[in-house]
């Protein structure tokens, strides 16, 4: 599905909207910033969450493993220029998110216990009418699927394997009831894990199955409590994660500053050459960067309308101002910090495919011991943030198919998929997610395209009236 029409639509889409806002949305940057600090909140308004906790909220989710190991994968699946058109799928979607989050306030709906909810599918109810139910039927179904935590689920039990577990020799000295719960698990349930023995994979399997329970105890916890505890959460996970992090690539970057300019050049070389690309051509390399971004920053795709469109407040521009902030933070920096890493450590040419385990190598070869722990530091919390939120996604879909009183029925569902996760291989789970992201992907697009006047609309007189007011 994640071929040229979809590369088109996204890209091309976000390119439109950019040409039809006149820039509109990039030129207030600083007025996105003001609302996100809470200037004009009212707590009056109608909605569940702050602008602040919607942003934190969207980006816990894309803020996640994506930004890791995802990007790590577009090295691996396109080169270096593949990070180029991760960068210009993240400038479009700036645009891209500033409209379809307008559009998620502007076009909020009732469910069916009268609660004022946003969303792809409400918007394309609210907006295009009943004749177009459909549409937001199939964006519903696949929003379930395509916000199951089973990417976060393997790749962070991947990191506790290969982080943690094997390199402290846990297969030579397994504990006793660790090799005899493994001995119990019936064979055929145990898959082959690459250069291990039988045992060796049972020990690795069960491993696996108990990081998938105490992840699933933990997120459980959590995500009970609705989309208000999460927002809370969120709010503070997410900014001191994206500083963790970003300053400890920034030590990397520092230690091998003599490559850098070097690798920077080859990004913008590949993504028009493709002969650093292993084994791709230039399309394979577009469709690599993008198919990563959209996985990254979300824009287009329509989950992060389910986080805005519970924020607090009257004007729909104010949310579409916050939530274009997303792709920058998402992209431009925190997945241009993980694709320096492994570039200017030289990882990368070392065909690794999995992607966790790419990121922990440059960490590894420029801070030593120390920088896989503390990738592992990043790494759980990313998960974390980024299991918290979909479970809000997935609830929603499901909810405005079968009723909010029926939604939480999800909540299990979810948590369940998180044993599944873990003990799954990574092409499996990329390949559903992907699928998912795809068909997510077309409502979205086709109801922000449809409604696009009535969003710059709203625009103009949003600005008339600030700049009447002088606050823009």
């Known amino acids: 599905m994640w071929g040229t029409p979809l590369v088109i639509l996204l890209c091309g889409g976000g390119l439109f909207f950019m040409i039809y806002s006149r820039m509109t949305p990039y030129r207030y940057f600083s ?3 003001n609302i996100l600090r809470g200037k004009y909140d009212d707590p009056n308004d109608p909605g569940d969450i702050n602008h602040f906790e919607a942003l934190s909220s969207a980006l816990a989710a894309t803020v996640g493993l994506g930004n890791i190991s995802g990007v790590a994968v577009a090295i691996v699946m396109g080169g270096p220029g593949a990070v180029f058109w991760m960068w210009v799928s993240a400038i479009v979607g700036i645009s891209t998110k500033f409209f379809t989050c307008t559009l998620s306030i502007m076009y909020r709906g009732k469910d ?7 969303g792809t599918m409400y918007m394309i109810t609210e907006g295009l009418g ?3 139910k459909p549409l937001a039927v199939i964006f519903s179904v696949a929003g379930m699927f395509g916000a199951l935590p089973i990417f976060q689920a393997n790749q962070l039990t991947q990191a506790i394997r290969d982080v943690i577990l094997i390199p402290n020799g846990i297969l030579e000295a397994t504990p006793g009831w660790l090799s005899s719960l493994s001995e119990a698990i019936p064979q055929v349930l145990i898959p082959t894990y ?4 039988g045992m060796e994979s049972q020990i690795l399997f069960t491993s696996s199955l108990i990081t998938g329970i105490v992840i699933l105890l933990f997120v459980g916890t959590v995500i009970l409590g609705g989309i208000k505890r999460i927002g809370k959460v969120a709010s503070a996970l997410v900014p001191s994660m994206v500083v963790l992090y970003v300053v400890s690539v920034l030590v990397i970057l520092g230690i091998h500053i003599d490559v850098l300019g070097e690798y920077l050049w080859l990004i913008v070389y590949d993504a028009f050459t493709a002969e650093a690309a292993l084994g791709g051509v230039v399309g394979s390399v577009i469709i690599a ?3 990563r971004a959209a996985f990254s920053n979300e824009a287009g ?3 992060a309308t389910l986080a805005h469109g ?3 407040t009257k004007e729909p521009v104010r949310e579409g101002l916050v939530a274009m902030m997303g792709p920058f933070i998402d992209t431009i920096v925190v997945c241009t910090m993980t694709a320096l890493a492994i570039l200017v450590t030289d990882v990368w040419k070392s065909g690794d495919q999995n992607g966790i385990a790419l990121t922990a190598s440059a960490f590894y070869e420029a801070l030593g011991t120390t920088g896989t722990y503390l990738l592992m ?9 980024s299991l918290f939120t979909f479970s809000y996604y997935g609830t929603k879909c499901l909810g405005f198919l079968i009723g909010a009183k029926r939604k939480k029925i999800y909540n299990f569902f979810y948590i369940g998929s998180i044993i599944l996760g873990a003990v799954t291989s990574i092409s499996a789970v990329i390949n559903l997610i992907d699928g998912m992201y795809a068909v997510m992907a077309i409502p979205t697009m086709t109801v922000a395209l449809l409604l696009s006047p009535k969003v710059m609309s709203a625009a103009n007189d949003y600005f008339d009236r600030m700049k009447r007011k002088k606050i823009v």
């Open 31 to 33: 007025h996105a910033v």
């Open 112 to 118: 069916s216990a009268g609660d004022v909810q946003g």
């Open 130 to 132: 009943k004749k177009w």
């Open 194 to 197: 690459a250069g291990f023995s």
């Open 289 to 291: 960067g993008v198919r």
């Open 301 to 303: 795709i329509g989950t």
């Open 310 to 312: 519970a924020a607090k």
């Open 377 to 385: 530091t990043c790494v759980t919390i990313f998960a974390a943030s």
